[in-house]
């Protein structure tokens, strides 16, 4: 009898970039044990127990002298990566290992050379969602770009659900606070060598956003937009107005923000460009939310959603899009208007599928469990309360009206064991 022919699996290196990372590195290492065949860390200056905890896990680890650029650094990973595919993972992350089969399976397939998975990032209000390309073929991808680094993969990309989880915003605010200006800094040099960089700009407003600075936010905007053309990068252009109307949407200037998506949306129209702004169309559902006008915020959630089917559909065509994982963020919303408008079944329905889509996120099963006690359904508002404990996302409001709750049902006991 011959010899079976086994079947040529594909396998995959995990490559990291590090510099002090004791804190989340164990973990982020714990969740790839069995799911790459190769773990590459580069580290770039560790002073702390980095480099050991590395090798305990079996890492190959390389040294790699920091230059302040995050894509040179990412490239000399990925030149030492020996496997036929990459997954590239930051220290502060960790792999769901439910998706463990889903990412074998991602990397079986011919047809593309980049898988899209999905980022959960954690923030105050629970888990945010982001799509990114983190898996690629070996040869087929590089980094591009001294911060907030593109990769730039030669072929087709396949979206996943691929799950990683991100803790990286979940610190202290003094380290978070160097984490930001540190970033700035390298953006502002990219600007000082180029200051015609659109995405410089871009990711410098961004900046200003994640640490709340939205009246600086709206500064460096108008600053960018004295320098970037539409005609230069017109995507570009367009994100920036969008960041610009989400930093005046967060001070509460809803008109402003109106009138700037509403001429980003009439600029791509004149441009004939299909389809419409995925981010712009989401900021004006917001927009309406904020200003109580709960029917036009249901048309432009709505048009949100189906936007999202087709850049999904067509995610080899699109460019980067910020609310692409938003889903659950608009469900949520369609459930509060529905809610306002007291069509509580609507509600009802929308809430959960906003649970469905992110499971993370507090702020829906606060929403629906006021949605069953307006309908009179205590025990839905208990049940939907009670899951966020298991979920592990429950904070103080949320065993306060736990106790409330329990209290309205004359249980007594209950309420005080909750307190």
């Not at 069995?34 to 580290?43: F, K, L, M, P, S």
């Not at 730039?152 to 160097?178: A, C, Q, S, W």
């Amino acid at each position: 009898m011959g010899k079976m022919k086994r079947v040529n699996k594909s396998t995959i290196s995990a490559c990291l970039i590090v510099k002090n990372e004791e804190k989340f590195l164990p973990n982020c290492l714990k969740s790839l044990k069995t799911a790459v065949d190769e773990i590459v860390v580069v580290d770039t200056g560790s002073t702390d127990n980095t480099v050991n905890i590395a090798k305990e896990f079996g890492a190959k680890v390389h040294f790699y002298s920091w230059n302040n650029n995050y894509s040179d650094a990412r490239n000399y990973a990925i030149s030492h990566a020996t496997k036929d595919w990459i997954l590239m993972i930051d220290a502060d992350e960790e792999l769901v290992q439910d998706d463990i089969p889903a990412l074998r399976q991602s990397i079986s397939n011919d047809g593309y050379s980049g898988v899209i998975i999905a980022i959960y990032s954690k923030v105050k209000s629970g888990m945010h969602k982001f799509y990114y390309t983190r898996v690629f073929r070996r040869g087929k991808a590089h980094y591009e770009g001294i911060i907030h680094e593109q990769v730039v993969i030669d072929g087709e990309k396949f979206p996943t659900e691929i799950r990683l989880y991100h803790y990286g915003y979940d610190l202290d605010e003094n380290t978070m606070r160097r984490k930001w200006q540190r970033t700035t800094q390298l953006l502002k040099k990219q600007i000082e060598l180029n200051e015609n960089d659109s995405f410089a700009w871009l990711n410098l407003i961004r900046n200003c956003c994640t640490q709340q600075l939205f009246r600086e936010g709206i500064d460096v905007g108008k600053e960018a937009l004295k320098r970037i053309a539409p005609e230069a990068n017109l995507h570009h252009f367009i994100m920036i107005l969008y960041e610009i109307a989400d930093c005046y949407l967060n001070i509460g200037n809803t008109a402003e923000a109106k009138k700037i998506c509403h001429s980003a949306l009439s600029k791509l129209s004149e441009t004939n460009l299909t389809p419409e702004n995925i981010d712009v169309v989401y900021t004006l559902a917001c927009v309406y939310l904020k200003e109580g006008d709960c029917n036009k915020a249901i048309e432009y959630f709505k048009r949100f959603l189906t936007l999202r089917q087709w850049y999904l559909k067509n995610i080899n065509d699109c460019l980067m899009t910020d609310t692409l994982g938003y889903d659950y963020s608009a469900y949520n919303g369609l459930g509060f208007c529905y809610g306002s408008l007291g069509q509580w079944e609507k509600a009802v329905d929308f809430f959960q599928k906003a649970i469905i889509a992110n499971p993370k996120y507090s702020t829906t099963y606060k929403n629906l469990a006021s949605c069953y006690s307006a309908m009179g359904n205590n025990t839905g508002a208990i049940e939907t309360l009670l899951q966020t404990i298991s979920e592990n996302i429950a904070d103080q409001e949320i065993f306060i009206r736990l106790g409330e709750l329990f209290i309205k049902q004359q249980d007594y006991k209950k309420a005080n064991n909750k307190k």
